[in-house]
């Protein structure tokens, strides 16, 4: 299967830093990147790997997280344009 690339997004760091612990003990992916907004109120968490990988470690951390997630996707073969925001994304300094 192709590369795949995760997206999820969650209330507070905490819940976040234990979501991406989650996903990368529960299957072969590599966390890209994450951002905080608000002030650390809501954080957006970018994983990759093959899409069973990926959509494993989603679904999981989404059902048994510490906090609901606000929202998540799984996205197959991305387009070349959503690998270069993602890698913009993971390059900006903070």
Sequence with gaps: MGQAYGFFEIPSVTAAVVAIDMMCK????ELVTWEKKLGGRLVTIIIRGDVSAVTQAI????????????????????????????????????
């Design 59 to 94: 679904e999981t951390a989404a059902a048994n997280g510490i906090k609901e997630p606000a929202a998540y996707a799984v996205i197959a073969s991305p387009h070349e344009e959503i690998i270069k925001m993602v890698n913009q994304s993971a390059n900006r300094v903070s």
């Design 26 to 29: 529960t299957a072969q992916v």
